[in-house]
Structures are given as C-alpha cells and as structure tokens.
C-alpha cells in the first residue's frame, strides 16, 4: 500500500475544513439565503451583506451631513445624510400628509 501523497493530505484537510465551517454557519446562512442576503465564503469566515445597502447614497442636499445651514435636520434624508433610491418621494415623507386623501 502506497502512502498518501502530502498534496493528496492536504486536499483532506481543507475539505475537511471547509466542510466543518458549512455546517457550523448552515443556520446563519439559511437565514441570509431567505433575507436574500449576499454571503462571502472562506473555510473559516462567512460575511453577510444586505445588497439594499447599495440603494443608499449620500444626500445632495445637505452634503451628507443630515443637518441644514440652519441647524435643523435635513428634510431630504430626514437627518440620516443620505437618501435611499428606491424609496419613491412620497414614501419619505410620512409624516407630512398631503391633505387628507386615504
Ligand atoms: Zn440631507
């Protein structure tokens, strides 16, 4: 019986690792697949990101900042410096009712 080669030994073990960090984020990940999460893989990490993330952008208004010259809170991006693309004009602004339609 012939030995097993050292890149033979090595193969094992990263699959072996690569293995064991499946099933060790195999909860976390189902739970990232559902909220359609992006998920980064290595043997050892898994990193998760919202891809809505990318629909944020920095507010023109007030430079980022969340506050206007006068000290008040940019009613733009209602104080968070910056402004979510894929929110449409009207859904900003909840609390200021357009006049009485339901
Ligand atoms: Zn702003």
Not at 23 to 33: Q, S, V
Not at 64 to 71: D, S
Not at 78 to 90: F, I, Q
Not at 93 to 100: A, I, Y
Request: contains cysteine; aromatic residues 8%; glycine residues 6%.
């Amino acid at each position: 019986m012939r030995a097993p080669s050292l890149m033979w030994l090595r193969m094992r073990i990263v699959a072996l690792l690569w293995r064991v960090g499946e099933e060790a984020f195999a909860e976390i990940d189902a739970f990232a697949w559902v909220q359609r999460w992006e998920i980064r893989r290595t043997w050892h990490t898994h990193t998760y990101r919202d891809p809505r993330f990318d629909a944020l952008t920095p507010c023109r208004v007030c430079s980022a900042k969340g506050r206007c010259p006068t000290g008040l809170p940019c009613r733009r991006c209602r104080g968070t410096g910056r402004v979510n693309v894929l929110e449409t004009p009207a859904s900003r602004r909840p609390e200021h009712p357009s006049g009485g339609r339901a």
